[in-house]
């Protein structure tokens, strides 16, 4: 199913509720603490016994100790957000390993390129002939096809190649780079716009987070042996949930070029192209004005 921005799981209020307790770590310590207990034979009561024996001073003075922690440990981690969506996206990868994924990724890929190309022939020789199953099948696969780079840059991993179509698709379109173009790109866009694509970019370094936290959580190991499955679990819901954050951000990233591209073009004081066919080559030369600059004498500004 294609994403849905309206409906999105990431904005709802009770997901942003659990996202800001697993996010901050509060989960990991209170599944620890309760791991640590289970371990040495200690119920709640015991937990309670301890609060009601000390002395109000103390568990304030430690309860602010701990939340002060907590939050330092968060920040440091919260450094290693975007580490952790390059490592998921293919990059830092051993050699060897990155290129079984890669070729296993490409199988995949040429397994949905093939069943796509079925399902196309069916519909052109057979109008009307394809069910509602095969529809959304084919609409889906529309959907996923167009967000799958080249092979020559294809990446390890679904996220990788996923972001990587995405920042080559303003390329293929229009002939902007979006590594050059997108900085100068981002400050004249409307505040709305950068609104939407800044809650996008942070959902995904969420998401990352919350893998990380999920990778962690197998230190609870010792204690109970249901760390694995947990961290386990965890990590895969939050790459699921990272594939998502991810082509809802590459949807509004691509929004934003289609509606907006041609402020670059006035801000720069570029002809705007005349038709859909000089558009590409007037954003590669206006990509190359902007990385490299001219001194061309005919070149003329408006």
Request: positive net charge; charged residues 20%; contains cysteine.
């Amino acid at each position: 199913m294609i994403p849905d921005l309206s409906e999105d799981w990431i904005n709802s209020p009770i997901n942003k509720g659990i996202t800001i307790l697993i996010k901050s770590g509060i989960v990991f310590w209170l599944a620890g603490l309760i791991a640590w207990l289970y371990h040495h034979g200690y119920g709640a009561t015991f937990l309670i016994e301890l609060i009601n024996s000390t002395s109000k001073s103390v568990l304030i003075i430690t309860i602010i100790s701990i939340i002060i922690g907590i939050t330092i440990i968060a920040s440091f981690l919260s450094r290693f957000d975007k580490l952790v969506i390059r490592i998921l996206e293919g990059y830092y990868w051993i050699p060897w390993l990155a290129n079984i994924w890669t070729k296993w990724q490409n199988k995949r890929i040429e397994l949905k390129q093939q069943r796509f190309q079925e399902l196309g022939i069916k519909k052109i020789r057979q109008p009307n002939s394809l069910n509602r199953t095969e529809l959304a099948e084919y609409a889906y696969l529309d959907w996923q096809l167009m967000y799958i780079p080249k092979p020559e840059q294809r990446l390890p991993t679904k996220l990788g190649n996923l972001l990587r179509a995405i920042e080559s698709r303003p390329g293929e379109k229009y002939g902007l780079n979006i590594f050059i173009c997108w900085p100068r790109f981002w400050l004249i866009l409307p505040e709305s716009v950068k609104t939407e694509l800044t809650t996008a970019r942070e959902n995904i370094e969420t998401t990352a987070r919350i893998w990380l936290w999920g990778l962690l959580f197998i230190l609870w190991t010792p204690y109970t042996y249901w760390a694995i499955a947990i961290s386990l679990t965890s990590m895969i819901l939050a790459y699921r949930w990272m594939l998502q954050a991810a082509g809802i951000y590459g949807q509004l990233m691509e929004s934003s070029i289609d509606l907006h591209r041609h402020l670059l073009y006035k801000q720069l004081r570029w002809e705007l192209p005349n038709n859909a066919a000089e558009e590409k080559q007037q954003g590669e030369k206006l990509t190359a004005y902007i990385w490299r600059g001219s001194e061309d004498e005919n070149l003329k500004l408006i």
